[in-house]
């Protein structure tokens, strides 16, 4: 079966980085689009980055442009985030998912096929 297993959370202070990572397996990593969404308490799950089949498109929420990178590896079937100048408000639990490569990135929860357990994020201030 598919399975989809973040890492790389934790507890940092304002203005750190940190970088996630999520093994995939159960799948053909190649043929998914691959994102990270994240759920703060309280509040609906957000999209955060995405990444096509080849990494040569990416796409991310505006929050996060230019602090975080999302990128993968194929050949070891993982996608990575990684994130810089963290913020208070981006406390939250992230979550890898992926969804079968159409041509585009989506942003919404519905269209994700597969979800990861999460990992938590705490970013102190």
């Known amino acids: 079966q598919v399975q989809l297993v973040e890492s790389g959370g934790g507890l940092v202070q304002a203005g750190d980085s940190l970088r996630l990572s999520c093994a995939a397996s159960g799948l053909t990593f190649s043929s998914y689009t691959m994102a990270w969404f994240r759920q703060a308490p309280g509040k609906e799950r957000t999209f955060v980055a995405g990444i096509n089949w080849s990494g040569g498109s990416t796409y991310y929420a505006d929050s996060v442009k230019g602090r975080f990178t999302i990128s993968r590896d194929n050949a070891k079937n993982r996608v990575y985030l990684q994130m810089n100048s963290l913020k208070p408000e981006e406390t939250a639990v992230y979550y890898c998912?992926?969804?079968?490569?159409?041509?585009?990135?989506?942003?919404?929860?519905?269209?994700?096929?597969?979800w990861g357990q999460g990992t938590q994020v705490t970013v102190s201030s």
């Open positions: 998912a992926a969804k079968l490569r159409n041509g585009v990135i989506g942003t919404m929860v519905y269209e994700y096929n597969y």
